[in-house]
Every structure is written in C-alpha cells, then in structure tokens.
C-alpha cells in the first residue's frame, strides 16, 4: 500500500501518468461529490455506524469529507445521511470546520438516499432551483482514501464519456452453487472486475436515469453505472482503480484505516531548540538519529518569524532543552499550537527532551523538582484540545559511546511517541 502524503491523500501509485494529472490538467467545470452515508453499519458488528466511529478522536466520515475539500476544483459537497443522523452529522461538520458540505435526509434504500442527494444539487428544499454541477461524483463516506489524481481521471473520463467508474481485479474466484450446498460452475475470474468507488456521471445522465429506473431498481440494485447504461444508453467508462481505494467495511478496517492516518502523520518532525548551543547539538544529533528510522526531521530555533510556517506544516514537536526552567517553552509552542488551532483535524505531538547536564553522576535518574507535576497538569489540559505531550529526560555524558548511545535511545522513544500517540503515556517524563 502506497504510503499517504497527507492524511487522507495518497501519493500516485503509478509511475506514469496520463495527461489527467492533479495539478497539471485544470477543471473549468463545476464539480459536485455525493457521499452516500445512511448505511447502518451491520457487518462491523459496532453499535455506531461505521461512517460515525471514530479514531484519533474523530469520526470516519470527516475524513472522507477532508479528501474532498483539499481538491480545489470540486465546489460543493452532499452527505446523504439517516433522519436520526442529521443532528450528529451536523455536529460533525460545525464541530470540524468543514465548508460547502449540504446534509440532506437519506432513502430506505442505498439508490433512494443517492437520488436524493443527486436532486439535492438542483433542487432545494423549498423546491427552488439549484445551479447543477456538470459531473457529479458519487463515492463512499466510508472510503477515505481516494488520490486527486484519480478523482481527475474519473471526473474528465465522465464529462467525455458521460459516466466512468473506478473497477479493480477480482481477489478470489467467484463460484456459483447448487442448492444443495455443492458447486455448480467458477467464472473466469481474468475476464471480470469489481466495482469500486468512486464513480462519476454528467449531472442529468444520472438524473434522468433515477427518473426512468423502476421501483425494483430501487429497492435492490446497488450499481449506479448500470442504470446510466439500462435507462440512458450511457456506457461507462471504467478505470483500474489504485488498491487505496479500499472500503472500511469490518471492525478490523478501522483499526487499519487509523494506522495509515498514523503513518502519515509521523514522517516528520520538528525540533526546537530555542537557541541554545547545547541544545542545538543535541537537536542536530537526534536529526541523523531520528533521519536513519526513515523519519524526516528539520531543526530551528524557535517558532516565530519564518519558523511559525511549521505551526501549519508539522503535527510532531520535539522542545528541546538544558534547563528545567524552560519547559515553559513547552507552554509556549503548546499556546501556539491552540491558537493555530492546529489540533483541530489530527492530534499534535509535543516531546519536552529535557537535557541534564549536571556533572553529579546521582541525578542522572532523579526528576527535577516540581517539573513533573507541572508537566503532567500542561498535559492533561492540551490532551482535551487533541494535543499530546510527553517528556524525556537525558543526562548528558562526556563518553562518546555512551553519549552515542543515549542520543540514539532519545531518537527511537521519540519515533515510538509519534507513532503510536499513545493517549496514556502524556504528562509522563519518560528517563533515556
């Protein structure tokens, strides 16, 4: 699996690209996405439907509604949701700052609730006309991984075609049974593809098919590029689909869907040193230690002026520094960070490397002062705006060795601390 460039967004699987390259190829059309979100979620085997569970404390949904919104030519956004979802999806989009998102209510049935939100984007409410998109994506809420350049291919595919969808090669051989429970013949699983999402259509195909499509279409038919083709005579375009495209259909997807996130969010860091010359040695040290664990890492001094560009750049902080009395620069990037309002989407990382340079061999394992509690009370109040802080504490040696080893230790707890974002390990002043 291709690793994500930022959360929610994927790097191009593919080497070489057609001329529908994100970025190189501009959208003069307007562009809408439907999210159909009304599934009750059963084979997750969760209380809560999966598009609402949420980890690294925030729902599914939102991250898929983030995909969307980072690509700069889709305008607006509908999230098809159940009557009793309405309020929490409306919570969801406030509570995270999504914008040009419409909620409408969903159908008793997976084309019912499409419809609906297709006629959502020229119909309002009140019956007033809305001014249509000229391709309409329609792509799982529970899908949240999805590349730009592939929404390009999909959406210039069906403004040339009229519909286009995403397919990928089958993983397993489809086989037909007896109704005794015996097999009665396999397909040829070469000459078959699965369907993916997302799909794209010209805004009236799609419409005008719903309009034509029977009650039976309705009530059990799950393909939207099928009705294009049944009812409008529109043959699809289909599109081999990179393996991101997966859906978080189990429990266990989840827990996959957070580790990616996780991924994504720990391949770099930003050391502060706030000027210190001891401070910045060891920075520079815990950069080449930290640079050979596959994790990029730039040092600067403090985080104003130019520097403040890695309060919107960086989810991971490492304050580095010689004297007990400055972990209230720990409080200063953690003020910083609130204001930016940083923690919003994702939680932040803080590591307060406490370097220990007192000669005295007998305080190398001993806490400093009232530090620890202090840390721990700091702690707990940016834990509940998504920020986590972790400390730890190095003595410093004048053998190399030793010093080597130290700087290499303080490099591999700081990775583990950024990867996992372990919400029970912050306040703690961990000893190197």
């Known amino acids: 699996m291709d690793r994500p460039v930022e959360p929610g967004h994927f790097s191009a699987c593919e ?19 439907v999210l159909p979100a009304g599934g009750s979620g059963e084979r997750t085997g969760l209380l809560t439907p999966k598009q609402f569970c949420t980890f690294l404390n925030r729902p599914l949904i939102s991250y898929t509604i983030q995909t969307f919104e980072r690509v700069p030519w889709i305008q607006s956004i509908v999230v098809v949701v159940a009557k009793e979802s309405l309020d929490l999806m409306m919570d969801i989009i406030h509570r995270f700052h999504h914008r040009n998102v419409l909620v409408v209510h969903g159908g008793s049935t997976r ?3 499409i419809f609906n939100g297709v006629r959502a984007l020229s119909e309002g409410e009140d019956g007033t006309a809305r001014i249509k998109p000229k391709v309409v994506i329609i792509h799982d809420a529970v899908r949240p991984f999805v590349e730009e350049d592939f929404l390009l291919k999909i959406t210039m595919a069906a403004k040339e075609q009229g519909a286009a969808g995403a397919i990928r090669p089958l993983v397993s051989t489809v086989i037909a049974t007896t109704l005794e429970g015996y097999l009665d013949h396999s397909l ?18 799609i419409y005008q098919a719903y309009q034509r499509c029977s009650e039976s279409d309705f009530e059990f038919g ?31 997807d989840l827990a996959a869907a957070e580790s990616i996130v996780k991924e994504t969010l720990s391949q770099s860091a930003c050391v502060v040193t706030g000027g210190s010359a001891q401070a910045t040695e060891l920075a520079n040290a815990l950069q080449r230690s930290m640079s050979a664990l596959d994790m990029e890492v730039d040092v600067i001094s403090d985080l104003i002026g130019d520097n403040a560009k890695s309060l919107s750049k960086e989810w991971n902080f490492i304050q580095v520094s010689v004297h007990s009395s400055c972990f209230s620069e720990v409080g200063k990037t953690l003020s910083a960070l609130e204001e930016a309002d940083r923690a919003l989407l994702h939680p932040v990382v803080i590591i307060w490397v406490y370097l220990n340079v007192s000669e005295d061999d007998s305080s190398a394992n001993k806490p400093m002062g009232g530090e620890p509690a202090a840390m721990m009370e700091l702690a707990t109040r940016a834990k509940l705006g998504n920020i986590l802080v972790y400390g730890i504490q190095l003595h410093h040696s004048e053998e190399a060795t030793l010093w080597g080893r130290s700087v290499e230790r303080v490099a591999q707890m700081s990775c583990a601390l950024i990867r996992d974002r372990s919400p029970a390990l912050t306040g703690q002043l961990l000893q190197a």
């Open 111 to 113: 084309h019912r609730s």
């Open 15 to 33: 080497a070489r690209l057609d001329k529908h390259i994100a970025g190189l190829c501009s959208v003069d059309f307007p562009v809408a996405v």
């Open 188 to 205: 040829e699983r070469t000459m078959y593809r699965a369907s993916e999402m997302p799909q794209g259509f010209i805004y009236d195909v």
């Open 222 to 252: 799950t393909e939207c590029l099928h009705l294009a083709l049944q009812y409008c005579g529109t043959n699809a375009k289909l599109i081999e689909g990179p393996p991101t495209l997966w859906k978080v259909t189990y429990k266990r």
